[in-house]
C-alpha cells in the first residue's frame, strides 16, 4: 500500500533551519505532484509547497515565500522541505501529500497523506 512518512521535525529557536524529508512507498512517485501542508489545532490545514514531477513548477505560500524551498529526488522517491528562518508562527504538523496533476495547492487535490511531523519554534 502507499507509505508516505515523514521525518526531520523538531524544535529550534527562531532564526534556525529544519530541513524536511518525506519518503513515498508504493505509488510511482515521479508520477505525481507532491505537496506539503500544515495544520495548527483548531484551525484549518494550510497549504506550504507543492512540486510537480518534472521540477519544472513549484507553488509556495506567501508566508514562506523566500524561506522554505521545496525539492524531489525521485531516484530516492523522497520529498524536501528546506526552511530556513524559521518563525514562530511556523509552528505546526507538517505532513506531506501526493496526487495527481496538475500541480495545484488545493488539499482536495491530494490522494495520499503522511501521518506528520512536529516542528515547534520558539522565540
Known amino acids: 500500500q502507499v507509505q508516505l512518512v515523514e521525518s526531520g521535525g523538531g524544535s529550534v529557536q527562531a532564526g534556525g533551519s529544519l530541513r524536511l524529508s518525506c519518503a513515498a512507498s508504493?505509488?510511482?512517485?515521479?508520477?505525481?505532484?507532491m505537496g506539503w501542508f500544515r495544520r495548527v489545532p483548531g484551525k484549518e490545514r494550510e497549504f506550504v509547497a507543492s512540486i510537480n514531477w518534472g521540477v519544472s513548477s513549484t507553488y509556495y505560500a506567501d508566508s514562506v515565500k523566500g524561506r522554505f524551498t521545496i525539492s524531489r529526488d525521485n531516484a530516492k522517491n523522497t520529498v524536501y522541505l528546506q526552511m530556513n528562518s524559521l518563525e514562530p508562527e511556523d509552528t505546526a504538523v507538517y505532513s506531506c501529500a501526493a496526487g495527481p496533476p496538475p500541480n495545484r495547492r488545493s488539499p482536495l487535490a491530494y490522494r495520499f497523506w503522511g501521518q506528520g511531523t512536529q516542528v515547534t519554534v520558539s522565540s
Open positions: 508504493g505509488l510511482a512517485f515521479s508520477s505525481y505532484v
